[in-house]
C-alpha cells in the first residue's frame, strides 16, 4: 500500500530570526492559514490513510510536530537522535515500512514545500505509482517545468518518454548541481530539463536495496536498528546506531548512481520557499516591488520584503532593496543581494552564546 514520508527535521536558518531551531520553516504558516507541513499532510488526504502517514524529524522539533499533527498515530512519528541528511532519514522510515507492510509503497516529500492544488499534486503521485507498480525495481522522482533561470535548484535533464496513463514521465539521462546563471538560461531555453523538487515515490523494499548495493556502511547501522524495531531496547539502538551514519543525502547516496530512474513531469506548481525573497513569488508585489506581510508604512521604499511581528508596525523612508523582518526578540535587516550572510549572523550567535536567538 501506499505510506506518505514527510521529512521534517529541517533547521530552517534562512528564515531567521522568525524560525528558530525549535520551530524551523516547517512549523510556520508563511503561506496560507496552515503551518508548512500541516499543508503537506493535508495534501495526502483522500489518498493516503492517516494510519499510513509517517513524520520523521529531531528531538527539538518533536513536540510542536505531534501538537500540530496531532491527527497521526503516536508511533507514526521517527525521532531521528542526530541530524544525518536524507539517506539515513529515508532508509529509517523505510525500515519501519517494511516492519508494518511487506510490499509498500513510499511517498517521501519535505515538510516546507509550497505546491499549487491538492488534486494536480494527487494526481502526479498516481502517475508516480503507476510506474512503480509497473517496474518495481524503479525510483521515481518529480520534476517541475522551470519558469526561470534558477541557480538555487539542482536539475534533471529528461531521456526518453515513459507511458503514463495521465501525464508525462521520462527516463533520466543525468542529474546537474545548482548551476551559474548562463547554464541555467541554457537549461531553461533547451527545454529538457527539469526542476529536481526533492520528492520520491518507490517501494520501501527497492530503495534499502539500492542503498545496501551502493552504500553498505550506512545499512550497517539501519539492519541494526531495523532488528530492534518493536523491541524495549529499540530507541537505545537507534540513539546508538543512527549518529554512526554517513550524512549523505539520497540524491548523492543512491539517485545519481542508480539506473532504473524516472522522472515524473509534475502537474503542479511548486516551490521549496528557500530564502526570504522566496516570498515575492508567492506573495506578490505592490507598485514599488515591495512584499509586505504585516503592519508597514513606507516613505521611498522600494524592492522591499518587510515582515512585521504581531501587532507592529514597521516604518520605512528612503529604504531599497532589503529584507526587514521583525519578531517578538530580534530584528533582521539585511541587503537583499547578501540574503545569504544570515548564515553569518548564525554563526555569530553561537560563538557568542547567544543561542537562546536561535
Given at each position: 500500500m501506499l505510506h506518505a514520508v514527510i521529512m521534517a527535521?529541517?533547521?530552517?536558518?534562512?528564515?531567521?530570526?522568525?524560525?528558530?531551531?525549535?520551530v524551523p520553516k516547517q512549523l510556520l504558516n508563511l503561506v496560507g492559514k496552515e503551518t508548512m507541513i500541516q499543508q503537506t499532510a493535508a495534501r495526502c488526504a483522500g489518498l493516503i490513510d492517516q494510519s499510513r502517514m509517517w513524520v520523521v524529524t529531531s528531538h527539538k522539533q518533536e513536540s510542536t510536530t505531534r501538537q500540530q499533527l496531532c491527527q497521526l498515530p503516536a508511533e507514526n512519528f521517527l525521532i531521528e537522535p542526530a541530524a544525518r541528511n536524507t539517506a539515513p532519514c529515508v532508509a529509517l522510515a523505510a525500515a519501519h515500512l517494511l516492519k508494518k507492510d511487506s510490499k509498500a509503497v513510499m511517498l517521501v516529500m519535505p515538510a516546507d514545500h509550497v505546491i499549487s492544488t491538492d488534486k494536480d499534486f494527487q494526481q502526479g503521485i498516481a502517475s508516480a505509482q503507476e510506474l512503480v507498480e509497473r517496474q518495481p525495481e524503479l525510483l521515481s522522482l518529480f520534476g517541475v517545468i522551470p519558469n526561470f533561470p534558477s541557480t538555487g535548484f539542482g536539475y534533471i535533464e529528461r531521456a526518453e518518454p515513459m507511458p503514463v496513463s495521465q501525464g508525462r514521465a521520462f527516463e533520466v539521462?543525468?542529474?546537474?548541481?545548482?548551476?551559474?546563471?548562463?547554464?541555467?538560461?541554457?537549461?531553461?531555453?533547451?527545454?529538457?530539463?527539469?526542476w529536481n523538487c526533492g520528492i520520491f515515490l518507490w517501494k520501501a523494499e527497492t530503495i534499502l536495496n539500492a542503498l545496501r548495493t551502493y552504500e553498505p556502511e550506512l545499512m550497517k547501522q539501519i539492519d541494526k536498528i531495523t532488528s530492534a524495531i518493536g523491541t524495549e531496547n529499540y530507541q537505545q539502538v537507534l540513539e546508538n546506531e543512527f549518529p554512526l551514519c554517513p550524512a549523505i543525502s539520497i540524491d548523492y547516496a543512491v539517485l545519481e548512481r542508480a539506473e532504473s530512474i524516472a522522472v515524473v513531469e509534475a502537474p503542479f506548481e511548486w516551490d521549496d520557499l528557500g530564502s526570504w525573497q522566496s516570498l515575492q513569488r508567492l506573495h506578490g508585489e505592490d507598485d514599488a516591488g515591495n512584499t509586505i506581510i504585516g503592519s508597514h508604512l513606507g516613505v521611498d521604499t522600494e524592492g522591499c520584503v518587510i515582515r512585521s511581528g504581531e501587532?507592529?508596525?514597521i516604518a520605512t523612508i528612503g529604504v531599497k532593496n532589503s529584507i526587514i523582518v521583525h519578531t517578538h526578540d530580534a530584528t533582521l535587516v539585511a541587503d537583499k543581494s547578501d540574503e545569504n550572510a544570515i548564515k553569518q549572523i548564525i554563526e555569530l550567535l553561537n560563538q557568542q552564546g547567544l543561542q537562546s536567538y536561535l
Open positions: 527535521g529541517g533547521s530552517g536558518t534562512r528564515f531567521w530570526p522568525l524560525s528558530r531551531t525549535g539521462k543525468s542529474f546537474r548541481e545548482k548551476p551559474e546563471r548562463s547554464v541555467a538560461t541554457q537549461y531553461l531555453q533547451a527545454g529538457t530539463f527539469f501587532n507592529h508596525m
